[in-house]
């Protein structure tokens, strides 16, 4: 009866208010420590990660998703008129997309050289939007400062990049930000420093290509 309890305690739920106590209350604490604490501090979001990594992780992915549909189209202005809501659609899934295959090659190396708990292993992704939402903010400034941007190149990355210029060190962060998120878990699940600190790199890589890959087919 106590494990069948402690099971019905430890329970993932997803119901509105689980889900809007999170992020008013657990969001904005992870957030500071993720930036605050980059090395130490991300690393012991992983090592301290409860029954609750699951439920924080999914809702994590699943808010960066729904970011990624409805600022870049409240972006577009005028150019709404011309691209569609479901072409948004299709970016919100694609940067949901991208997170779950991090979480997949987190997994998977783990698997091999450390201890793996997909559950948890979710978590990776969760952290990684955090990272990924930099782009997001990327974009603001962009349309702000830099008045001949095209937003409808978010689906050409490198396109959009060349009209970012001084807003590449941001750039440059997010990704570096993305490979540390995945270096700390590596870390926390005690995989060789070495090993992880040359495949944290990969990692990401592999993972945008991956979702390059699942998004020609799916989403294209």
Do not use: H
Request: net charge neutral; aromatic share 12%.
């Amino acid at each position: 009866m106590e494990n069948q309890d402690q099971n019905q305690e430890e329970k993932t739920t997803f119901n509105k208010d689980e889900v809007k106590g999170f992020l008013k209350n657990n969001l904005p604490q992870i957030v500071k420590t993720y930036f605050k604490e980059p090395i130490t501090g991300t690393q012991n979001l992983f090592l301290e990660a409860n029954n609750k990594a699951y439920f924080n992780a999914v809702v994590l992915i699943v808010a960066t998703g729904v970011l990624y549909i409805i600022i870049p189209y409240l972006l577009l202005g005028d150019m709404r008129e011309y691209v569609g809501f479901g072409q948004m659609i299709k970016v919100g899934l694609s940067v949901a997309t991208f997170l779950v295959i991090i979480s997949l090659v987190s997994f998977g190396v783990k698997s091999i050289a450390g201890k793996p708990d997909f559950k948890k292993e979710l978590l990776t992704g969760g952290l990684c939007g955090i990272a990924t939402s930099i782009f997001l903010v990327i974009m603001i400034i962009a349309k702000l400062f830099f008045e001949n941007t095209d937003i409808t190149n978010i689906m050409r990355p490198f396109s959009l990049l060349e009209d970012l210029k001084l807003l590449i060190v941001l750039v440059v962060y997010a990704f570096l930000l993305l490979i540390n998120t995945l270096l700390q878990s590596f870390r926390a699940s005690n995989v060789n420093e070495t090993l992880a600190w040359y495949v944290s790199p990969i990692g990401i890589g592999v993972a945008i290509y991956i979702t390059t890959e699942v998004v020609k087919i799916f989403f294209s």
